[in-house]
């Protein structure tokens, strides 16, 4: 039996190293665009109007909203989007009154974050989700197979799913209107059509100052937070506001973007596969061993007999 | 080897084969549903919660419990321990049919069942869901490689394909079982690192990026076990000879296998700091204690006792707890450590979802039992002739 335990010690030895072996893989590289586009959100301007969830709605040729568009009690009800609503606008009372002692509501936008290092796109079995270089996370359902493994990761629970389709069902989520972003001049519906230009539509840099400046001049009006800037290693939606963004439904995320420890991990044990190739080596030699012993062995002698 | 592995001449026609076809008639008939309309009629599957049982007990746990296969593999076969070859055909017959059975899982799961090859077309390498998929492709057509000899025994002499295959395979057959063993190595692990993409939408009991480490380690020290349960289920629901004689042996191995996975998951736990809300009673502690206490060092120190070792029954409850912990683990990092960050109910498996894992598990028993009555697997004696 010492034999085939030290065997077994061998590959358990061998196994772990490679599950822990950080130093065969060059370190973890970003492989967000260099300059995207984004949409700066400033909650201090939004008015709760829903116009751009009606402009989403035509632009993306979705189906009509279960509330009507002009019914604004359901700003109150927390909705997410979902197979047929790319964003919606939810209403937060945080406590903040005006001079006249009523309460103000605090509006939020909420859509796809169109991440930089996307958890959806490092996860896609088929990649039929992809980052691409105008910032657009953008879905081929030619090449999806359905798996909702993108759903599971994407730490804003963002992309949806058509569930109530038996063949032909669809990953749904906002697109950044990447046809039309991609044209010059070209906006998202939502930005473009928004009356008091909460949503600013244009380079993640120049967004970044934007935001910046904004905070800076009215350093008692905003939060010194700029949402999405370092978020999950950074997204091309960006949001600032006037209160706590914990109180209006946003998550605190950590600043590592969410695929580095897998894609470490993956590149690090399957690098041109050298560990399932070493494996493969040490197993044929210790197979060979045995197999040489075993007929060298005249007498088919009984082994194991030690319990 | 003092017994041949050979078909088992009992009636076909039990009580418990009947119950085996209502619950496959069941699955068939919800999975009829779920192809007219859709996955939302039979299952509870939501924006919130993507995967539900289906991933995370049949797929997960179906996986981890198919290791008997590669780890009888190498000991018998690698390793030349010869004497364990009596329970590799077992062991491999159940490896064979666990993942032809975690595939259909997949494929009724995923929304595009009929594009359920497009991974080995459009490939994503940064996805361990990729490298997962490709592997158990790869193992389920191993397996089944694996078991043509057991096929050509029986019918080589009819079918002449067979006895061809079955000579080509005697000169190439350890490429096949190496490649068995690597695969599994590489899988079991990749099926780990799945979750560790979502750090924020998992409790932090089972959020490690160790969790590829934990998996394949679970997956050593399970492989045993399963053999001991599953052979006890046959040898003792067929009357045959209980095999004693191998499975205490593997129950020695089991300690250490146990042991290294016992010791790094309470590491992790300690190093990490996680187990800080162990106590504090939700669910996930809950949960987590079940998993860890029954589930690894209960049977863990059951088994130090040599009497447990030898005796049939304690031996399979040991056994089968360390399964079942497994089983738990599984689910524990799939389903109950799942945080929707935006839910306002958490997810319970649907009637439908029930039906189908169940279905599916029987369908599973039934093939076994058809094999075995049919082709040369077991080894273990009538218990009339032998005693
Ligand atoms: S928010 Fe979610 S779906 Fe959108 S890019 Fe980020 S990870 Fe992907
Ligand atoms: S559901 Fe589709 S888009 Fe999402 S990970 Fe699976 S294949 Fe990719
Ligand atoms: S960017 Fe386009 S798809 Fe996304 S929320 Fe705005 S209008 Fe809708």
Redesign the pocket.
């Known amino acids: 039996m010492t034999i085939s335990r030290r065997g077994f010690l061998g590959a358990v030895g061998i196994a772990g190293a490679a599950s822990t072996m950080p130093g065969t893989a060059q370190a973890w590289q970003s492989k967000a665009p260099p300059d995207p586009y984004g949409c700066l959100v400033d909650l201090t301007r939004c008015v709760g109007c829903r116009k751009c969830e009606q402009a989403c709605k035509e632009v993306n040729d979705l189906p009509e909203p279960a509330v009507k568009f002009d019914d604004l009690t359901v700003l109150d009800a927390k909705r997410r989007p979902d197979q047929n609503t790319f964003t919606v606008i939810n209403r937060y009372y945080t406590g903040r009154i005006d001079e006249r002692d009523k309460l103000v509501p605090t509006f939020v936008k909420v859509q ?4 930089q290092d ?4 490092s996860a896609c079995i088929t990649g039929a ?1 992809t980052k691409k270089d105008n910032g657009a ?1 953008h879905y081929d359902v030619n090449k999806c197979i359905g798996c909702r493994y ?1 759903m599971a ?4 629970e ?2 949806a799913y058509e569930y109530d389709r038996p063949i032909l069902p669809r990953v749904r ?1 906002c697109t950044f209107c990447f046809e039309r972003i991609s044209k010059e001049g070209g906006k998202p519906g939502c930005a473009s059509i928004c009356p008091v230009e909460a949503i600013t539509f244009g380079r993640r840099s120049e967004l970044l100052t934007l935001a910046r400046g904004r905070i800076e001049g009215d350093p008692g009006k905003y939060i010194d937070h700029i949402y999405g800037e370092r978020e ?1 290693g950074g ?1 091309s939606w960006l949001y600032i506001s006037n209160v706590e963004f914990g109180k209006v439904g946003f998550q605190k995320l950590p600043t590592r973007p ?1 695929p580095q420890t897998t894609e470490t991990i993956q590149s690090s044990l399957f690098s041109y596969l050298w560990s399932p190739l070493a494996l493969f080596g040490v197993l044929g030699a210790v197979m060979g061993a045995t197999s040489r012993k075993h007929d060298a062995d005249t007498h088919d002698k009984e082994d194991g007999h030690d319990a | 080897m003092t017994h041949k592995p050979q078909p088992i001449d009992r009636p076909f026609w039990t009580p418990g084969v009947l119950v085996m076809l209502a619950l496959m008639i069941g699955a068939a008939l919800t999975l009829i549903v779920r192809y007219t309309y859709g996955l939302a009629a039979v299952t509870n599957l939501n924006n919130h919660y993507p995967w539900g049982i289906w991933i995370g007990l049949d797929v997960a746990s179906g996986v981890a419990l198919a290791a008997g296969g590669f780890t009888t593999a190498f000991l018998a076969h690698i390793l030349g321990r010869h004497y364990y070859e009596a329970v590799t055909r077992p062991a491999l017959l159940t490896a064979a049919l666990g993942y032809t059975f975690v595939a259909l899982a997949v494929f009724f799961d995923i929304g595009r069942s009929w594009a359920i090859w497009k991974p080995v077309v459009y490939q994503n390498h940064t996805s361990a869901l990729f490298e997962v998929a490709m592997c158990v492709m790869a193992y389920v057509t191993v397996l089944w490689i694996e078991f043509i000899p057991v096929l050509a025994e029986r019918l080589g002499g009819k079918i002449r394909l067979l006895a061809f295959l079955d000579r080509i395979l005697d000169k190439t057959m350890w490429v096949f079982i190496i490649l068995g063993v690597v695969l599994s190595c590489m899988h079991q692990s990749s099926l780990g690192t799945l979750m560790v993409i979502a750090p924020t939408k998992t409790s932090p009991l089972w959020a490690t990026p160790l969790q590829p480490l934990l998996f394949l380690t679970s997956a050593f020290a399970v492989g045993y076990p399963m053999v001991i349960v599953e052979t006890t289920i046959a040898t003792s629901s067929l009357r045959l000879e209980s095999e004693m004689n191998v499975l205490t042996p593997l129950s020695r191995i089991t300690i250490l296998l146990l042991g290294v996975y016992l010791a790094i998951k309470v590491g992790d736990l300690v190093s990490r700091g996680a187990y800080a809300t162990l106590l504090d009673g939700s669910a996930q502690s809950n949960a987590f204690l079940v998993e860890v206490g029954l589930g690894v060092i209960l049977p863990w120190v059951m088994l130090l006792f040599p009497a447990v070792r030898r005796s049939r029954r304690w031996l399979f409850t040991a056994a089968l707890l360390i399964v079942s912990g497994v089983m738990l683990n599984r689910f524990n990092v799939f389903v109950v450590s799942f945080k929707a960050p935006y839910a306002n109910h958490p997810y319970y498996p649907a009637i439908g979802e029930i039906l189908v894992t169940a279905g599916a598990v029987a369908t599973i028993f039934f093939l076994y039992r058809l094999i075995v009555t049919w082709f040369p697997v077991l080894s273990a004696q009538r218990q009339e002739v032998s005693r």
């Open positions: 796809c974050m169109h991440c996307p958890a959806c796109v989700l996370v993108c990761a994407c730490p804003f963002i992309p989520k999950v997204t969410m």
